[in-house]
Nanobody
Framework: QVQLVESGGGLVQPGGSLRLSCAAS????????MGWYRQAPGKERELVAV???????NYADSVKGRITISRDNAKNTVYLQMNSLKPEDTAVYSC?????????WGKGTLVTVSS
């Protein structure tokens, strides 16, 4: 059974930082492309960042320079380091694992940026 379990969300003030983690099980983690997506209230889900099995990364324009995605294949975990957070970063952040026709999602973790 595949599981993606996110953690690290919470309430943070504007300008603050959070690190999200996504622990994967039930897949051969190192061969999967991993991504973080977010969905704000009343909006569609959008890509935040991806890291492929070879370590190549890509980011949404809105987060470039503030957010870093990384992975630890030994721990089957992908991370999202978020700095200089803004109120518009408030959303449920979900982890995604993808390889060919396999596509798995975590349940998400809520990030609220507010003073």
């Amino acid at each position: 059974q595949v599981q993606l379990v996110e953690s690290g969300g919470g309430l943070v003030q504007p300008g603050g930082s959070l690190r999200l983690s996504c622990a994967a099980s039930g897949i051969i983690f190192r061969i999967y492309d991993m991504g973080w997506y977010r969905q704000a209230p009343g909006k569609e889900r959008e890509l935040v960042a991806v890291i492929d099995s070879g370590g190549w990364t890509n980011y949404a324009d809105s987060v470039k320079g503030r957010i870093t995605i990384s992975r630890d294949n030994a721990k089957n975990t992908v991370y999202l380091q978020m700095n200089s957070l803004k109120p518009e970063d408030t959303a449920v952040y979900s982890c995604n694992a993808r390889r060919i026709s396999n596509n798995y999602w975590g349940k998400g973790t809520l990030v609220t940026v507010s003073s």
